[in-house]
């Protein structure tokens, strides 16, 4: 049997998203890129193994990387830091094909609307993509909402804007750490949603597992 991707090598994969064996060449290539693998698909999870055991590196270029994150900024709003993230993974669970490209996207965007707020400006680019944009919207509509309520804490300061853009940079750069890269990858969704596990409305959808 030849791959159906290729056309060239030797089908040996039993690939669950295709519904068909592919090559080991294609499986490497096209996973979380033109194929959009399951989570429970034993080629993917030992593929996450081993790029756990090597962890990626920053690059100089990375956006907002020259921030510095005060770590009692963390500390004080844990609350509003778990919120942030239950926004997203709640988002995630009701939009299965939402990627880790997607919540970058609306963090990053969402940390330099932040950030001008900070300077007295109100200026704020969304990210194009629909699902990036809409899950934009869904974090500062969050963070509109805890801005009005009272104090995490009896007795604490309010939150401030420029420690929203702490705690948004400080997801951000943690997205950035969790994901591969690859353009289908979830490895910083399946993350986020793992921090919440009773939660009801993270119930996780059904296995795509076909067995052949």
Known sequence: MICSICEKRKAERFCPAKGEKIC???????????????????????????????????????????????????????????????????FSAAHATLSDTDILAALQALAETYKTLGSGIYYEKPPDAVLARELYAALAQFLNETKQQPAERPGSPPLKDSEIFSLLVFLYRM???????????????????????????????????IIP
């Open 24 to 90: 080991a060449v294609c499986c490497g290539k096209e996973r979380e890129a033109s194929i959009d693998c399951p989570s429970d698909c034993s080629y993917l999870i030992a593929a996450h193994r081993y790029e756990d055991q090597h962890q990626r590196s920053l690059s100089a270029d990375t956006p907002l990387l020259d921030v510095k994150i005060p770590q009692d900024v963390i500390h004080i709003h844990q609350i509003a830091l778990s919120g942030i993230a239950f926004t997203a993974a709640k």
């Open 175 to 209: 997205g950035l750490l969790r994901t591969n890269g690859r353009p289908r990858a979830r490895r910083y969704v399946e993350f986020l949603r793992s921090q919440f596990p009773a939660a009801p409305e993270l119930k996780r959808e059904e296995s795509r597992i």
